[in-house]
């Protein structure tokens, strides 16, 4: 199930993506089913799935990306590149998809990512706990509208 | 006169709304590498041409908003400069602004981040606007950044590359340098209220400026000397990049094999020939022709915008875009 879900994202991603950069979506498998199997946990539509779990493998393979930049050349000028595209990307996918709150609560999230990678402490498992918080608040709001 | 002074715009307090960005952020601590890194570029200097633009085009608008406009324009120079360390580590550059690039002092990966957080910090104070949703989403898109890596992928898979259109070169021209600050000069009067048919004008204006610039940046690269350039002259080509003049001089079948033999492993003394056959030959005029072309286009818009008062700034713009102006 969740590797039809990992599947089915890496498809829509790679659908959207311009085919001018070249990404290629080399993502392991262990670096998206954490956040698939968190998906999964919420009682959420099939193609909202997708699109939110292409949003999370954007900014993941953004991270990837420039936490591999080293030597020099045409390697390193790929790896920054990829990584600043994706991250501009998967904005451009919030928007376009209308995930409005998600984009908002996400952005303090990554760059606290940058400023703790800059500070020599680095804490990209805040990227999985920041998606975790906003599915809780998500489904708590819903069910309070439901509710009333 | 300066561009800031002619367009009486202070840029004391165009810093002072840059650097209060990082300043006002509670998680970046005021005696941080971070926070040091940015002050210290942003006091280096610049020309802040994009949030000029920002502010040109709020005066547009019926009701300019002072604060969101000023935010937007040091948001504008925010991108940019987050761009700059990121070319800065792929082109290798040692120095910015007459200092040690960020990369030399902290290293790949640090410098890296720094842009990151920039961008980063950006998106976090756009978003913040939600009341206003239609309009965060708008300057969101818009103040994205994968146009321009579109260009820079462009410019990579260019390289050495004699086959390319001057419809292509244009392209990523575009997605370069162009399209942010068309987006500045629409972004701003969009802020203050302007219609959107005015503001869709100040864009197409801000685009035929863009164009005609890099193209006198690409022609400066062959005519200026290496000494003013800080660089040898033809600087491009050496490195693989086929410019507007290479394009043309392209079409000069006594230059075009000349041309097309350089390459990564070509020695020097080959390059500094077909650069020299470039320097001498008409390509150079015809490139200057359609900057000036453009230009020309960018001038119809402004007689277009008469009426307003800030057209005079369109043409204080179109002056120094065109070096008319210091």
């Known amino acids: 199930m969740n590797i039809k879900l990992f599947h089915e994202a890496i498809h829509l991603l790679q659908g959207e993506l311009s085919p001018e950069t070249g990404i290629i979506l080399d993502l392991k498998e262990e670096d998206v089913l954490p956040m698939a199997d968190l998906l999964v946990r919420y009682d959420l539509p099939s193609d909202r799935q997708s699109r939110l779990l292409s949003i999370y493998i954007a900014i993941k393979l953004a991270l990837l990306r420039h936490s591999s930049c080293e030597g020099s050349g045409e390697y390193l000028t790929r790896q920054v590149l990829d990584g600043d595209y994706l991250y501009s990307f998967y904005v451009q996918l919030c928007l376009q998809w209308e995930e409005y709150e998600l984009l908002s609560h996400l952005a303090p999230i990554i760059k606290q990512i940058q400023i703790k990678a800059i500070e020599g402490t680095p804490e990209e498992e805040r990227l999985l706990k920041g998606w975790e918080l906003f599915l809780q608040l998500e489904n708590t709001h819903s069910r309070a509208s439901q509710a009333i | 006169m300066k561009l800031d002074e002619a367009l009486n715009i202070p840029l004391r307090t165009v810093d002072k709304e840059i650097i209060n960005i990082v300043k006002f952020d509670k998680d970046v601590p005021r005696s941080s590498v971070l926070a040091k890194s940015i002050v210290d570029l942003v006091r280096s200097g610049g ?72 961008s980063a910090r950006v998106i976090e104070l756009i978003s913040g606007y939600s009341a206003e949703r239609e309009r965060y989403a708008y300057d969101l898109s818009s103040l994205a950044t994968t146009q321009l890596c579109l260009g820079e992928y462009q410019q990579l898979s260019y390289l050495y590359n004699y086959d390319i259109t001057i419809e292509q070169y244009l392209e990523k021209s575009i997605n370069k340098t162009a399209q942010l600050i068309a987006t500045c000069l629409k972004i701003g009067a969009q802020s203050a209220g302007a219609d959107e048919e005015i503001s869709d004008l100040l864009y197409t204006f801000g685009q035929k400026l863009g164009i005609s610039f890099q193209i006198r940046d690409d022609i400066l690269d062959f005519t200026q000397s290496s000494d003013k350039l800080g660089k040898p002259a033809g600087s491009d080509l050496r490195h693989g990049q086929v410019t507007l003049p290479v394009l043309y001089a392209l079409e000069d079948q006594h230059l075009a094999s000349s041309i097309r ?64 102006d210091s």
């Open chain 2, 47 to 118: 020309k802040r041409v994009r949030p000029l633009m920002v502010i040109v085009g709020s005066r547009f608008g019926p009701s300019p908003d002072k604060s969101k406009v000023w935010r937007l324009a040091a948001a504008a120079e925010f991108i940019h400069a987050a761009s700059l360390i990121h070319d800065d580590i792929i082109d290798d550059s040692p120095v910015r602004r007459g200092q040690s690039a960020l990369h030399v002092k902290l290293g790949v990966k640090g410098a890296l981040h720094v842009g990151n957080y920039m």
């Open chain 2, 261 to 324: 033999s350089v390459s990564s492993e070509t020695p020097i003394e080959e390059i500094d020939a077909v650069i020299a056959s470039i320097q001498s030959s008409d390509a150079l005029e015809k490139a200057e022709n359609l900057s000036q072309q453009y230009l020309n286009e960018a001038q119809e818009i402004i007689d277009q915008l008469q009426e307003y008062p800030a057209h005079h700034d369109l043409q204080i713009l179109l002056n120094y875009f065109g070096g008319r």
